[in-house]
Nanobody
């Protein structure tokens, strides 16, 4: 499966953004999806994951209550709605896919998108 992330940009603190991750290839609806981010000089950070059905999501504490992950299997797309953005949310955001169940661990995702930059100014 190939993934294309989009929707990043430059926003001010408190603003919202919605990231999209469009998948191509077969069997998207059987893949769990995840979002991660990496800021300069920092390790990759898990943000959220969603099951193939969209019935179960897990969020990192750092984004819980502010970010919402959803998916539309008919459009082969997942969405990360990000509200109340903070300067510390500045990073490159990556979507990833894995067969079977969800995971917090990036090493368990074989497929990755190219990343989209999110910059939050104070």
């Amino acid at each position: 499966v190939q993934l294309q992330a989009s929707g990043g940009g430059l926003v001010q603190a408190g603003d919202s953004l919605r990231l999209s991750c469009a998948a191509s290839g077969r069997s998207f609806s059987t893949y769990a999806m995840g979002w991660f981010r990496q800021a300069p000089g920092k390790e990759r950070e898990f943000l959220a994951t969603i099951t193939w059905s969209g019935g179960w999501t897990i969020y990192a504490d750092s984004v819980k209550g502010r970010f919402t992950l959803s998916r539309d299997n008919a459009k082969s797309t997942v969405y990360l709605q990000m509200n109340s953005l903070k300067p510390e949310d500045t990073a490159v955001y990556y979507c990833a896919a894995r067969p079977y169940g969800s995971s917090r661990f990036g090493s368990e995702y074989p497929y990755w998108g190219q990343g989209t930059q999110v910059t939050v100014s104070s």
